[in-house]
């Protein structure tokens, strides 16, 4: 059973930033490089929803929101996965979610608040 490990999340000012990383403990590099990474969020009273992902090919792909202010990376020799998160806005408030699919097996963070004030 994999374990992520989330961090990075914070109380940031409207258009500062942050960088979330999201670590696999039990699996291997080698096996990590099999697994689709991504992250989610959810804001109070809404329905989690997909910010970023990329494939283990390195396909990347964005939410509308947050395309040209995000960037999601990842680090298969550390097992991790990264967001950076640039220019943020107060509607970007939400837990973010780190989630990991390894052979059609889906794996959740934690999860790690992001508050961006006016």
């Known amino acids: 059973q994999e374990q992520l490990v989330e961090s990075g999340g914070d109380l940031v000012q409207a258009g500062g930033s942050l960088r979330l990383s999201c670590a696999a403990s039990?699996?291997?590099?080698?096996?990590?490089?099999?697994?689709?990474m991504a992250w989610y969020r959810q804001a109070p009273g809404k329905q989690r929803e997909l910010v970023a992902r990329i494939s283990r090919a390195f396909k990347i792909d964005y939410a509308e929101s947050v395309k040209g202010r995000f960037v999601i990376t990842r680090d298969n020799r550390k097992r991790t996965v990264y967001l950076q998160m640039n220019s943020l806005k107060p509607e970007d408030t939400a837990v973010y979610y780190c989630n990991v699919q390894i052979v059609d097996v889906d794996y959740w963070g934690q999860g790690t608040q992001v508050t961006v004030a006016l």
């Open positions: 039990k699996t291997t590099a080698t096996g990590i490089t099999l697994a689709n």
